[in-house]
């Protein structure tokens, strides 16, 4: 639409944030445009679809943010609010409006220390060995053993497995948008990999694919993800197996791989991020007896292992009890 800065100004949101989607919708993958427009449809537009961009104040942005926390949760604030802040900055930029926006300086309330759930070495061996029979078990078997987003499982064909190597190609994702199927790229092009399925696994895939004949395609054949899913966990469900969900699986495995030495930025790589701060925030489960680990390392290394290997050679006098009293 052929606009001038001063039409464009006169516009009200709903309408700037039509031309926005109907744009992006160009050039962003449909499941992004999907939560775009989802936001502002649920969220922003009833607030602020009416009002231009001048007529939007900060502190009554400030007010409504502050209550789409209690109503929606942190997360769809967040999300809403980006949102609305992306349309408005797009709009300044493709009209050249030199106008500040009143969505930025807008703050949300402190994040919470996120705590992902994860399974221990001993409960995830037990849900693997429990889902033996299930109709998706190489689905289960590849996020317990490769750590992929459940997309990018999804999204497997039985050709991506090399079975001499053990080879997965990760090249796209599944998704499901309001009951709809679609292929997409992967979520990055770090995400685009090569991993390598440990023997245990590997080899009981080539049992299920022989045993179903030697199919091609999808790994979950016809079925669309949510019924994957779903069939996934009654299967757990009904056979008392540790459930945490498919995306709780790939935390599991980063904590394990971790926790087991793996150096973070190779879980990081494997993982498919373009960058190792996500793994410390959502991955990198830090248990007791992790902890314990690394603390013998240290000792062993610098500091000696017990107190005599430390304090050796040093006269360490009794304390006095009036000297307590003075340090207290």
């Not at 092009?189 to 022989?210: G, N, T």
């Not at 314990?292 to 290997?309: E, F, M, N, P, W």
Request: net charge positive; glycine share 6%.
């Amino acid at each position: 639409m052929k606009l001038t800065a001063e039409q464009a100004l006169a516009l009200p949101l709903g309408e700037l944030a039509t031309l926005y989607i109907e744009e992006k919708s160009a050039r962003k993958k449909a499941d992004t445009v999907y939560g775009y427009r989802s936001s502002l449809r649920r969220n922003v537009l009833p607030r602020w679809g009416s009002l231009t961009i001048p007529e939007i104040d900060r502190d009554d942005l400030q007010a409504w943010l502050d209550e789409l926390v209690i109503e929606r949760g942190r997360g769809g604030a967040e999300k809403a609010m980006k949102t609305l802040r992306q349309v408005i900055n797009w709009a300044r930029k493709k009209w050249n409006l030199y106008i500040l926006n009143p969505a930025e300086g807008v703050e949300l309330p402190e994040k919470p220390v996120i705590k992902t759930e994860t399974l221990t070495q001993r409960r995830l061996k037990r849900a693997i060995r429990g889902m033996v029979g299930c109709p998706h078990e190489g689905t289960f078997i590849i996020s317990a053993a490769l750590g992929v987003r459940p997309s990018e499982n999804y999204y497997l064909h039985w050709e991506h497995i090399d079975w001499r190597s053990g080879m997965v190609k990760i090249r796209g994702a599944l998704l499901q948008i309001a009951g709809s199927v679609y292929e997409s790229t992967t979520k990055t092009k770090h995400s685009e990999r090569d991993l390598y399925l440990p023997p245990w696994a590997l080899d009981r895939l080539h049992e299920i694919w022989v045993n179903l004949g030697r199919p091609k395609g999808r790994i979950i054949g016809d079925a669309k993800p949510s019924k994957v899913y779903r069939t996934l966990k009654r299967w757990a469900i009904d056979n008392r197996l540790p459930w945490i969900g498919m995306k709780n699986l790939r935390h599991t495995w980063a904590s394990i791989a971790a926790a087991s030495g793996v150096t973070i930025e190779v879980v990081a790589a494997m993982l498919g991020h373009s960058n190792i701060n996500t793994c410390y925030r959502y991955y990198l489960a830090l248990t007791k007896a992790t902890m314990k680990r690394a603390q013998r390392k240290v000792a062993r290394t610098i500091l000696g292992k017990t107190s005599d290997d430390m304090y050796r050679g040093v006269i360490i006098p009794m304390p006095q009890r009036e000297d307590l009293a003075i340090a207290a």
